[in-house]
């Protein structure tokens, strides 16, 4: 199915010069040439126009931005969008300076049709906070001529080439891409639209204009091929958001965060990759007092590449962090790429599915507790029960994603030879409680039976014994563990000091 959606930005040079301007707030405005191009509703409302001279508009509106056009920045802006929508499709190309065209008929079924993916697509316009206007059509120039017509009941999307030839019969014949240079001699020959300029002779048009006119109707009413260059995405991702104002508090950094994070998640795309780290860059005022910039490092257990994934553990980072001064710019690179993983085929939940569910809720955890707050057991060789297990702080997998199975593979080695539950029946003395005390405690005896405040324990299993420890400076143990039973049924895990001198009890353990 053939079928092009087209992006037209109607501020394209506000949008470049002054990014995540505000209709209400922001007095600013664009000049060519000396005079008013562009301005936003808040000059409007001030009283400046569109080609109004510095001077003029200086005198209205002493207080607005006036900058001069920078067809630089505007290119660099239609990139940086471009960017952001290769997640979509790899066949994306700029039909004019102000206008993109996607090739979408090989991504419908990815993204379950024609309606859901214009939805998508106008989701990551809003969070990149651009103002365009979409069309949808099965040709590129048909759907750059729909979203070029202004108004708010013009109708923008078709599917069929026939409908599509309807609407194009009555735009003007002026929103022709190569017919700027004729309009007026269309309107001396009383063509005022696309349809009466396609009812005239061919060869007569063709001669009396120029042969781009009637490529241009061909390519816009479907006769003949389109071809573009497309847009081939950078080796490297950088990307920098400059802010307009200063910013003082982390809450406004969330936007230009998600503006490169939608840019990322484009680059990711055209290379079929994934990565697991982000580092963003935060800069601060140059001058006297200028601070080196602050890095903000995210560090995700499983390769991601979806805008969702990303922002769940930013915001959880941006609640824990302050800024050390007034920020004017983010900055956003990616070191990392690995190879996405392929999508499974089976029709039941795979284990790696759950596995990366756990992830990324690990990954939650560990933005909104900080790098200390998680931690993991880490099994050692050992058959004493305070040294058998230590602690460390939970990481993200390694790049190469086998963090968790060394674990486990560790943890199988340094148990191997020790007892466990499943071994009860084979040693009756191995059960093991669930809660082990940090310091042994204590216990009294009486007629040579161990208590436990005040009431005498019966010992219904045991004795295990261990001895271990002569190699290292935490000293020789030489114990007889018993699981004992006061008179409520209660059980605790005891021990006999087997030490020379007088032997004495311990409770070490509790059961549950």
């Known amino acids: 199915m053939r079928l092009w959606i087209s992006l037209y930005l109607p501020t394209h040079s506000l949008d470049a010069l002054f990014p995540n301007w505000s209709a209400e707030t922001t007095q600013a405005a664009v000049l060519c040439q000396g005079r008013v191009c562009a301005c936003t509703p808040a000059a409007l409302?001030?009283?400046?126009?569109?080609?109004?001279r510095r001077g003029s508009a200086l005198g209205v509106a002493p207080g607005a931005a006036l900058r001069e056009a920078d067809p630089q920045a505007?290119?660099?802006?239609?990139?940086?969008?471009?960017?952001?929508?290769?997640?979509?499709?790899?066949?994306?190309?700029?039909?004019?300076?102000?206008?993109?065209?996607?090739?979408?008929?090989?991504?419908?079924?990815?993204?379950?049709?024609?309606r859901a993916l214009w939805r998508r697509l106008g989701a990551s316009l809003a969070a990149l906070q651009a103002r365009a206007r979409l069309g949808m059509a099965p040709t590129a120039a048909g759907a750059c001529m729909l979203a070029w017509q202004a108004g708010a009941g013009t109708r923008r999307r078709t599917l069929h080439l026939a409908t599509l030839r309807r609407l194009l019969n009555q735009i003007p014949a002026a929103a022709l891409p190569a017919g700027d240079a004729h309009?007026?001699?269309?309107?001396?020959?009383?063509?005022?639209?696309?349809?009466?300029?396609?009812?005239?002779?061919?060869?007569?048009?063709?001669?009396?204009?120029?042969?781009?006119?009637?490529?241009?109707?061909?390519?816009?009413?479907?006769?003949?091929?389109?071809?573009?260059?497309w847009f081939e995405a950078p080796p490297r991702f950088a990307q920098r958001h400059d802010f307009i104002e200063r910013i003082e508090h982390v809450a406004g950094l969330r936007h230009a965060a998600i503006r490169l994070i939608e840019l990322l998640c484009g680059w990711l795309q055209a290379r079929h990759g994934?990565?697991?780290?982000?580092?963003?860059?935060?800069?601060?005022?140059?001058?006297?007092?200028?601070?080196?910039?602050?890095?903000?490092?995210?560090?995700?257990?499983?390769?991601?590449?979806?805008?969702?994934?990303?922002?769940?553990?930013?915001?959880?980072?941006?609640?824990?962090?302050?800024?050390?001064?007034?920020?004017i710019a983010l900055e956003l690179a990616v070191d990392h790429v690995e190879p996405r993983p392929g999508a499974s085929q089976s029709l039941f939940i795979e284990p790696a599915l759950w596995a990366s569910r756990e992830s990324r809720l690990l990954?939650?955890?560990?933005?909104?507790?900080?790098?200390?707050?998680?931690?993991?057991?880490?099994?050692?060789?050992?058959?004493?029960?305070?040294?058998?297990?230590?602690?460390?702080?939970?990481?993200?997998?390694?790049?190469?994603?086998?963090?968790?199975?060394?674990?486990?593979?560790?943890h199988e080695e340094a148990c191997a030879d020790m007892p466990g539950e499943q071994d009860a029946g084979r040693f009756p003395g191995t059960g093991r409680p669930f809660w082990l005390l940090r310091a042994a405690v204590p216990l009294e005896t009486r007629n040579d039976r161990p208590c436990y405040q005040g009431a005498a324990l019966r010992l219904v299993r045991g004795p295990e014994r261990i001895e271990a420890g002569w190699w290292d400076e935490t000293g020789h143990v030489s114990r007889d563990y018993f699981v004992a039973q006061d008179a409520s049924a209660a059980r605790y895990w005891i021990y006999l000091d087997r030490e020379p001198g007088r032997p004495r009890w311990f409770l070490h353990g509790l059961f549950a």
């Open 183 to 229: 309009a007026a001699w269309f309107d001396n020959i009383g063509c005022r639209s696309l349809g009466q300029l396609r009812r005239l002779p061919r060869k007569g048009l063709q001669r009396r204009s120029a042969p781009a006119v009637v490529q241009s109707l061909d390519a816009a009413y479907g006769d003949t091929d389109e071809h573009f260059l």
């Open 74 to 114: 505007e290119a660099a802006y239609l990139q940086q969008l471009a960017l952001a929508l290769l997640q979509y499709t790899p066949r994306l190309a700029c039909f004019d300076a102000h206008t993109l065209v996607l090739d979408i008929g090989a991504s419908l079924r990815l993204f379950g049709g024609p």
């Open 45 to 52: 409302a001030l009283g400046l126009r569109p080609g109004m």
């Open 274 to 327: 994934a990565t697991d780290k982000l580092h963003f860059l935060l800069h601060y005022e140059k001058g006297r007092h200028a601070r080196p910039p602050t890095a903000l490092s995210l560090a995700y257990s499983q390769a991601a590449w979806q805008a969702g994934d990303f922002l769940a553990v930013l915001d959880e980072r941006l609640r824990n962090t302050s800024l050390e001064a007034p920020a």
């Open 363 to 410: 990954d939650l955890l560990r933005a909104r507790l900080g790098p200390q707050g998680l931690w993991q057991p880490r099994p050692r060789a050992d058959h004493r029960p305070e040294h058998a297990n230590s602690w460390e702080p939970l990481a993200p997998a390694d790049h190469t994603g086998h963090t968790s199975r060394n674990a486990a593979r560790q």
